[in-house]
Nanobody, 126 residues
């Protein structure tokens, strides 16, 4: 499985960024795919993910109402649209995927991703 993230950058508080994750080799019949982030000096945390058919999503409480996640199967791409960004959203954002078979989406999206891509840096200045 290959996961390639792009779209990070620097933005002022209140601004927007759009992260893309292009994936390949994901042959699991039931999977979750989405985004984690790691701020300096903090543990990595699940931000948002979407299930294999786009019918279910998970969104971390601190980003609800500001971030949206979508999936373009034709392009094998997952998009994280981030609006109203805050300095606390700063961090390295990683695209990840995991097996969803028999598991809760929220569990996989926060603890149980088996495939990881390289991160992309998001910096939000105050």
């Amino acid at each position: 499985v290959q996961l390639q993230a792009s779209g990070g950058g620097m933005v002022q508080a209140g601004g927007s960024l759009r992260l893309s994750c292009r994936y390949s080799g994901l042959t699991l019949p039931y999977y979750a795919i989405g985004w984690f982030r790691q701020a300096p000096g903090k543990e990595r945390e699940g931000v948002s993910c979407i299930n294999y058919n786009g019918g279910g999503t998970y969104m971390r409480m601190s980003v609800q109402g500001r971030f949206t996640i979508s999936k373009d199967d034709a392009k094998n791409t997952v998009i994280l649209q981030m609006n109203s960004l805050k300095p606390e959203d700063t961090g390295v954002y990683y695209c990840a995927a995991g097996n969803l078979d028999g598991k809760k989406l929220s569990t996989v999206c926060t603890h149980d991703m088996g495939y990881w891509g390289e991160g992309t840096l998001v910096t939000v200045s105050s």
